[in-house]
């Protein structure tokens, strides 16, 4: 084993701290050295706007990813969903570690008689927001933008009555609260409840390390959600959600794409066998856009550029 001490980059985030740190662990476990360098992204400082407003794509991921290049980090760890679809030139994949939970919670204040009512409900997820109102076409949504710790505490500080949350980022810091619900109906994002490290695609020490730490399942699961939402969004942000599981020799997709107030919905769910999933996610994504998708996604285009 090499002396090399392989350089973490990760957000200052809890939840990024958490993950960084699990990688770590790894490759500590593994007999590799390491250190962890955090640093602040763009995401975590313009908190004013909704990240789509922003225009651009990978605003969690940038900053790592420009400090990879310049040679001050050597891996960097993600929320895989944050991820854009399509990586810097000169950084790869290195590993995709085994998912935690792909759900999406309702976080509430103790009281869910607004379910069947007028209610507000919280969340910086396009789509979360169209999921939810196609649902509940009366609520209205706000939007939440900042770390875990921000949004539950701007929960208790505003008249709304709860919020959207990935259930693997509270689990993994110890947050979720007992007021919750598990939104069993909603389709998470791409990728939502992975974690995956980035490397130089030239540091072949760092990628050779970091593959051991690669769960195949999840990552050919995460690979047809990524391939459903690249070949939908062409660059431009909007109501996807895809989640692809292994049950025996066989892979169950499911997929989604909604109109920006969630009013036009197009759906798949198709299963095939594990050894065909090349190329499966695209061809899903090919049926939505065949079937209304394309109507829906340039609407979404001219909502956005208002």
């Known amino acids: 084993m090499t002396n090399k001490t392989i350089r973490i980059g990760t957000r200052d985030s809890e939840l990024a701290l958490w993950q960084a740190h699990t990688v770590e662990k790894k490759l500590n476990d593994l007999g590799y050295q390491t250190e962890i360098t955090a640093v602040k992204s763009q995401g975590d400082i313009l908190l004013d706007k909704p990240l789509y407003e922003l225009g651009i ?50 976080v509430h204040k103790g009281n869910l008689d607004f379910l069947h009512s007028n209610g507000i409900v919280a969340t910086g997820s396009l789509r979360r927001q169209a999921q939810w109102l196609n649902r509940y076409p009366n609520h209205e949504v706000v939007d939440l933008r900042g770390n875990v710790n921000t949004r539950l505490q701007k929960l208790k500080e505003n008249n709304w009555n709860g919020a959207v949350f990935a259930e693997a980022g509270l689990d993994r810091i110890n ?27 030239t540091d072949i020490f760092c990628r050779e390390a970091v593959a051991k730490l690669n769960h195949k399942q999840t990552e050919i699961c995460t690979e047809i959600e990524r391939e459903f939402l690249k070949t939908l ?24 794409l909604c109109s920006l107030d969630g009013k036009d919905k197009i759906h798949i769910e198709k299963t095939i066998s594990i050894d065909s999933y090349k190329n499966f996610g695209r061809d899903c994504a090919l049926f939505v856009l065949d079937n209304g998708g394309r109507e829906i996604m340039i609407q979404i285009r001219k909502d956005l550029n208002k």
């Open 233 to 256: 969004e062409g660059g431009c942000t909007a109501p996807i959600g895809a989640f692809a599981e292994v049950f025996e020799n066989q892979i169950r997709f499911e997929g989604l």
């Open 57 to 106: 794509t990978g605003i969690f991921t940038k900053t790592l990813d420009i400090a990879m290049i310049n040679g001050q980090i050597d891996i960097a760890v993600h929320s895989m969903k944050d991820v854009p679809t399509a990586l810097p030139i000169g950084i790869v994949q290195a590993a995709v570690l085994e998912r935690a939970s792909e759900k999406d919670i309702l």
């Open 175 to 201: 947050l979720k609260p007992e007021n919750h619900i598990d939104l069993d109906w909603m389709i998470p994002a791409p990728a939502q409840g992975a974690m995956v490290v980035v490397a130089m695609e």
